[in-house]
């Protein structure tokens, strides 16, 4: 199954302007400082970048890997629609 | 019992003449000129059109993971005003002296850029969506917000938006907000950065803006004189701390000047045509706060904007106000070198006024070689002149919706 988690570390640290080996699946948004409108442009990055569109549902983000996980769900949801 | 009296303890400014007040009052002595010809990012461009356009790195204001809140408009406002809180050198405040501080900011066009990407992205591009952070960093009052979470000022924070008086009406409103008692002090001032193809193509409908000389764009915009051509648009911020007198005494600040005058007023004529009698309202209303007589000012800073009708208009003005003083004033437009900032040059000019007041040295009117033989006052031509004892002076702003605004400062001490 494809994993979205190395993209959304990549995207993350560009974002937030810190290593991206500072990042880890387990890593809390929080303690890295992103706030809710960073995960906001996070995610239309992730959009953009795997050329996807997420719907209104709004999934509690807590994790690096909560992001990742919340991605792989419409990257498999279109791997089963092709 | 406060005294009511307000005065300035912090400047700062950014233009296309450089980063810092000092840096642009020095550029303005000098009479060099900020403008050149517009380069706009991307592939729509308005070939041979001269712009104050900033085009030096800014410095890093802003942290990466923040910036896509900030449009250029609020990057540049928080740069001119954490300039003038440094110089003021207000440090942490408890909650009670948070809570008596505000931020009262000018723009005309919030974040214009943010808007026209938005558009350029679902009109041309064809996406169906436009950036998340499209409201947040194109909101008017952006700028004015953003600095107040910087400052943790917890007061009022007010956004004025009045086309080219915007930020001159910011730092008049905040002055009278600290005379009657409503904060102990404001951060006060305006950004404007509207220089894209959709804002400037509008601005050229107009049809008021100023073309570039034979390779000569920097002295494109040249206000007073007989081969005048129209204004040129610029981009910039600036900033002033105003605070109570008590305020800045009590934690033993530098106080530069003193806010005396403020007077604002209507032309109620045309939405485009200034009026010379609104005008003269406005200045005499500012004298009248000051307390002072017209031969007690020795300085204004004019709107000059570099159009025939501005011209004539303000010359007419400041006669119908200062009567026969008129002729003994020194009255000059610096937007000859930093264009035409819009909501931000009320108070960019109002920080070069205070510091032509401190330092009894007057920016000049640059390329001003032969005046208009309507315009028949001391425009400061070509040179500055130091060594001026200057007791008061006053910086004009009028716009377009007939708004006008004159504010008086004084050396203190």
Known sequence: ?82 | MSSGRVVITGLGAVSALGAGARCNFERTLEGRSGIHLLELPGKHQRPGLPAAQIRYALPEAIPVSEQPLFDRNALLGWIAASEALGQSGLGALDQQEAAASGVFWGTGMGGASTVEAGYVDLFVEGKSRVRPMSVVAGMNNAAAAQIALRCQFKGSVNNYSSACVSSAQAIGEAYRHIHHGYAERVLAGGSEALLTYGVVSAWEALRVLAPSPAGHPERACRPFAQNRAGLVLGEAAAAVMLESLESAQRRGATILAELVGYGASNDSTHITKPDAGGQARAMAMALRQAGLAGHEIGYINAHGAGTAAGDLAETESIKQTFGADAGKLMVSSTKSMHGHTLGAAGALEFVLTVQTLMSGSVPPTAFLEQADPQCDLDYVALQARHGQAIGAAMSNSFAFGGSNVSLIVQRHG
Do not use: C, W
């Not at chain 1, 387990?26 to 995960?39: C, K």
């Not at chain 1, 992730?46 to 769900?73: M, S, W």
């Open chain 1, 1 to 82: 199954m494809t994993t979205s988690l190395p993209t959304v570390i990549e995207l993350l640290a560009k974002r937030l302007d810190v290593p991206a080996d500072t990042i880890q699946a387990q890593t809390e948004l929080e303690a890295l400082g992103a706030d809710s409108l960073a995960v906001i442009e996070l995610i239309f990055d992730l959009e953009e970048t795997f050329k996807i569109q997420l719907g209104d549902e709004r999934p509690n983000l807590v994790k690096v890997q909560d992001i990742a996980d919340h991605i792989d769900r419409y990257l498999a949801d279109r791997a089963e629609a092709v």
